[in-house]
């Protein structure tokens, strides 16, 4: 017998970083380019900043929403995310201290032209929030509002349409179908945010923009309307504020992360949560603070 082989010595194990807490879902990983073709996007915000009176709440915020994917907005209470949200229709409009300065267009129309109609524009740019508020109206009437108000429906067959079609595309149209002349707050929580839903699509919308859908919300009825995001992507360019980061991880192809008012960072969900490049969002990713 020859000499007994000496074995070669295993490589070192490559060193891997430490995994973030959240991750991604399969269904939510965005294979686009990271910096798409200047152009594709559906709004874009430019060096977007919000006073109200003399406390500054948003600074020089850049961004773009695209049509076939969920963006999130994440980062703790009180840092701008849903202050930006609101800028993108116009609703900090309604409040008097509020001082918008900066660019938001949709589809290159700067949206706080003087020109722009905000009317118009909060059909194309429909808002869900946080806490349902349906109408004190029945089912029908809710979903209807809109489309009668906007002259969407030539006749009643064509309202009745388009309610029905709502109310499918919100997945609401099973449970309320043999009820539409009951009130809409005598739904369940979940139920009524759908409702509300439905009633933000009923004027065919471009942009859906969703304020914490979810945060009133049991798990139950918080998955149901996670699902039916999924469905409506690409139907509409949607943007969410979520406190919850595994909702974000779950829902959208791409996050932003706000802090003390600054768009701190921003990109693919999956690069977000598994390989952030600033150290404020590994930090609030992984519940260092927040």
Request: glycine letters at 6%; a negative charge; hydrophobic letters at 35%.
């Amino acid at each position: 017998m020859g000499p007994e082989a000496v074995p070669e010595p295993e490589p070192e194990a490559e060193v891997q970083p430490v995994a973030p807490a959240v991750r991604p879902s399969a269904e939510t990983i965005d294979t686009a380019p990271l910096n798409p073709p200047q152009g594709s996007a559906k709004m874009q915000a430019r060096d977007v900043s919000v006073s109200y009176g003399d406390k500054q709440a948003l600074k020089d915020v850049s961004i773009q929403i695209f049509d076939d994917r969920v963006t999130a907005f994440i980062g703790p209470s009180g840092c701008g995310k849903s202050t930006f949200l609101r800028c993108l229709n116009r609703m900090n409009d309604t409040i008097p201290s509020a001082r918008v300065t900066g660019e938001i267009e949709l589809d290159g129309e700067d949206i706080y032209s003087p020109r722009m109609d905000v009317v118009q524009l909060r059909a194309r740019v429909g808002m869900v929030f946080q806490k349902p508020n349906p109408f004190p109206k029945s089912i029908f009437e809710n979903v209807a509002y809109g489309p009668r108000i906007h002259g969407l429906a030539q006749n009643k067959t064509e309202l009745a349409e388009i309610v029905e079609r709502s109310l499918k595309r919100a997945g609401l149209w099973d449970e309320v179908k043999d009820r539409l002349q009951e009130s809409g707050t005598a739904l369940s929580g979940g139920q009524q945010q759908r409702l509300c839903i439905a009633r933000a699509i009923a004027v065919d919308p471009e942009v859906i923009l969703m304020d914490e859908p979810c945060s009133a919300l049991d798990p139950i009825a918080t998955a149901k309307i996670e699902e039916l995001i999924h469905e409506l992507r690409g139907r509409y360019a949607i943007a969410i504020v979520t406190h919850n980061m595994q909702q974000a991880a779950r829902v959208s192809q791409r996050t932003a992360f706000f802090h003390l008012g600054e768009l701190v960072e921003y990109g693919k969900t999956s690069e977000i949560f598994t390989n952030p490049r600033e150290r404020r969002t590994q930090d609030y990713i992984t519940g260092r603070y927040g």
